[in-house]
């Protein structure tokens, strides 16, 4: 069995993965199946698109993570960016699929693996750098995501974080959480 202190950058990368799939499925959840397709001019890409080529990506780079390239050859990229017929049901089935992939190809890695390479389009990496930069491609798209939505919202939208004006109120209760959690940690100095 591995020590869990071993694991800190895989168990830091795997962290914000699941950060970035809970803020993109809040925010996909706050829509119906009309405003996934909404585009503010015919260049953007929609909600729709943008799941379309993140589950597209994951699919293909955590597919045989560390034994073939990131980009598969039955990845079809181009028609991730056509507008699809897909309802939001389908698109959350499709974000699931994608984030699993990648939950699955993580979950045997420990730190001692990220020095490993793994090839993207042929080009060589290290598995740290790799998943780094999917984390930081995903946070990119999740980021959109979560704009478009709260742009078509307008004042409807719900915050996935701290609400505006809600910091004070916020730190408390983490604080009171912390405290909370120090007073029923045996291991814990008073």
């Known amino acids: 069995m591995t020590n869990p202190s071993t694991n800190i950058l895989k168990d830091a990368i795997v962290k914000r993965f699941a950060a970035y799939r809970e803020l993109g499925e809040k925010a996909l959840r706050q ?37 073939s390239d990131g980009e598969k050859s039955w990845r079809q990229r181009e028609e991730e960016f056509n507008e699809q017929d897909a309802d939001r049901e389908r698109l959350l089935l499709l974000w699931n699929e994608g984030w ?6 993580l979950k045997p890695l420990v730190d001692a693996d990220m020095g490993r390479t793994v090839t993207i389009r042929g080009e060589p990496h290290s598995i740290a750098d790799a998943l780094l930069r999917q984390v930081a491609h995903y946070a990119y798209h999740v980021g959109q995501i979560v704009f478009i939505a709260k742009t078509i919202k307008g004042d409807g939208w719900e915050s996935l974080s701290i609400p505006k004006n809600g910091s004070q109120q916020y730190n408390q209760a983490m604080w009171q959480k912390q405290n909370q959690k120090q007073k029923h940690d045996p291991d814990h100095e008073n």
């Open 31 to 67: 829509l119906d199946d009309r405003q996934i397709h909404w585009k503010r001019s015919g260049n953007d890409n929609s909600i729709c698109t943008l799941v379309m080529h993140l589950h597209g990506n994951m699919l293909s780079r955590f597919t045989d993570f560390q034994t």
């Open 100 to 105: 699993d992939c990648v939950a699955k190809a």
